[in-house]
């Protein structure tokens, strides 16, 4: 089965950072791979999708990439509001829909 | 605008069924996309469940295929899950989502709320 892993498992960052999660596949997932980010008490909210295409209406401060094994999320200028947790999600191999671990982002 | 809205039990005896329906609004199951569910225990991480097509093709994760069942019923404009013989493990925030795109896993754009579900006696 394919395993998907993220790092950091936390971060805080100062307003305006700039800040780099990634997530790595056991196995090549081409670019079947959507970022996610959740905040306390909510449902996920889609950010990226097949790893570098941003979701209408997400802030262009947030972008992907990678394809393969190796992916990243970036957020050019951490704001306020970004603070949650960020998953991602495979859909290339079995099983799929394989979410990774998470990283929790805060504020510094 | 699409919505969708969890109903079911809020608790659910060990060794029972577990039962949840998911009621869209603002687009017709019958037009197309996958429909599916998404758990997550308090504190944990995500894990995809399952997911169906209007057609009634079904899709579910191998850890949980032999206990899961998704049906839907498009003159309702609904999809339900059931989840046999729980245990504690299956405690959970269930989710349902539309997967917005041709693969029956693929990114989810639209989730309902959540919904908490306890197994108990």
């Known amino acids: 089965d394919i395993q998907m892993t993220q790092s950091p498992s936390s971060l805080s960052a100062s307003v305006g950072d700039r800040v780099t999660i990634t997530c790595q596949a056991s196995q090549d997932i081409t670019n079947y791979l959507n970022w996610y980010q959740q905040k306390a008490g909510k449902a996920p909210k889609l950010l990226i999708y097949?790893?570098?295409n941003l979701e209408t209406g997400v802030p262009s401060r947030f972008s992907g990439g990678g394809s393969g094994t190796y992916f990243t999320l970036t957020i050019s200028s951490l704001q306020p509001e970004d603070i949650g947790t960020y998953y991602c999600q495979q859909y290339d191999n079995l099983p799929r829909g394989t979410f990774g671990p998470g990283t929790k982002v805060d504020i510094k | 605008q699409v919505q969708l809205q969890e109903s079911g039990p809020g608790l659910v005896k060990p060794s029972e069924t577990l039962s949840l329906t998911c009621a869209v609004s603002?687009?017709?199951?019958?037009?197309?996309?996958?429909w599916g569910w998404i758990r997550q225990p308090p504190g944990e991480g995500l894990e995809w469940i399952g997911s169906?097509?209007?057609?009634?093709?079904?899709y579910y994760n191998p850890s949980l295929k032999s206990r899961v069942t998704i049906s839907v019923d498009t003159s309702k404009n609904q999809f339900s899950l059931k989840l046999t013989s729980v245990t504690a493990a299956d405690t959970a925030v269930y989710y349902c989502?539309?997967?917005?795109?041709?693969?029956?896993?693929?990114?989810?754009?639209?989730w309902g709320q959540g919904t908490l579900v306890t197994v108990s006696s």
């Open positions: 097949d790893a570098s």
């Open positions: 989502a539309r997967h917005g795109a041709v693969a029956a896993t693929g990114p989810v754009d639209y």
């Open positions: 169906i097509y209007h057609t009634g093709s079904t």
């Open positions: 603002g687009y017709s199951i019958s037009s197309g996309y996958n």
